[in-house]
């Protein structure tokens, strides 16, 4: 783990550079798809199908040897047509179009054999998105990631990820970190830091907070402070990419704060390159997943 350096603006923070990166190399991706292991993303409604192709896309980009998708069954023929790559579920679904409970007992044989799994892009219905948590979240042994309305039950009970001995990434923005904490957002703006280290105090999990600077901390207070990426990642899907890269890293070998850390990273210079190349302003979040192997291939020998 890289060294903790001083931060003049709060906490000591390790300030995420190149150089930081190429001294905590990932995991070797040497070997067939199996030996880079599966990722399974759950999410989605039939309104926002495409928050799990981003992170789904992803996932892979970032280096993941198979993918398995489960999302609501009326969408789940479009995710399979969208993503040639991966073995997609269907999972029933509620009257308003979101995964209801009765998805986790239809999930839990694949999330129960994949190396991670990433749940919450594009998921609607808080209450039914609580529901199915508590019914499959007990079962998980593998790293998991929770991004999105898959922080409900987090916000529901700050202990439900402790039977996982710190194998979590939470990857909430500043809205979602408010409500996990139960505090207003203006107290997340004055001191976002101290508000992400305290959510991973709280659940026992890395936590990685997106916003113009993003913040990772462990549940054991190690901080690293990245500021790479531009305005230009302001767009909607731009925060599913980054769960997705989460995800795909976990599933790669990553441990939780290696992989929240290079997330972060890849994620910002992903943004950079595209703003390079298309402009500030105005590039797509469909368009992050290709650079992410570029940007893996600006660190990595």
């Not at 495409?50 to 023929?77: F, H, I, N």
């Not at 207003?184 to 890395?206: F, K, N, Q, Y």
């Not at 990245?226 to 899907?237: F, I, K, P, Q, Y």
Request: charged content about 20%.
């Amino acid at each position: 783990m890289p060294h903790r350096a001083p931060d003049a603006d709060g906490p000591d923070a390790t300030l995420v550079t190149p150089e930081v990166l190429r001294g905590w190399s990932l995991p070797d991706p040497s070997g067939g798809k199996n030996a880079r292991g599966s990722i399974l993303v759950i999410g989605g409604s039939t309104e926002t199908l495409g928050a799990v192709v981003l992170a789904a896309e992803a996932a892979l980009r970032a280096g993941a040897g198979k993918l398995q998708v489960a999302t609501v069954a009326s969408m789940a023929p479009f995710a399979a047509l969208a993503l040639p790559e991966a073995k997609v579920r269907p999972l029933p679904e509620t009257g308003g179009g979101a995964l209801g409970p009765d998805a986790a007992d239809a999930v839990r044989d694949l999330a129960e054999a994949a190396d991670a799994v990433l749940i919450g892009p594009g998921m609607a219905d808080t209450e039914a998105t609580q529901a199915f948590g508590e019914r499959l979240l007990p079962h998980l042994r593998c790293p998991l990631a929770l991004d999105a309305l898959g922080l409900a039950n987090v916000t529901a009970d700050e202990t439900c990820l402790h039977h996982l001995d710190g194998r979590v990434v939470l990857t909430p923005n500043p809205t979602e970190i408010a409500h996990s904490l139960h505090v207003d957002e203006e107290t997340i703006d004055d001191d976002p830091s101290g508000a992400t280290i305290e959510l991973a105090r709280r659940a026992r999990g890395v936590v990685g907070l997106g916003g113009v600077t993003s913040w990772i901390a462990t549940p054991d207070g190690d901080l690293w402070r990245d500021e790479s990426g531009g305005a230009g990642l302001g767009v909607s899907g731009a925060g599913d990419v980054r769960a997705g890269i989460v995800g795909g890293l976990l599933a790669r070998g990553a441990d939780p704060a290696q992989a929240a850390v290079w997330a972060a990273w890849l994620h910002g210079r992903t943004g950079e390159r595209l703003a390079s190349s298309v402009g500030k302003l105005g590039f797509l979040a469909r368009e992050l997943p290709p650079e992410i192997p570029r940007a893996l291939a600006e660190v990595t020998p």
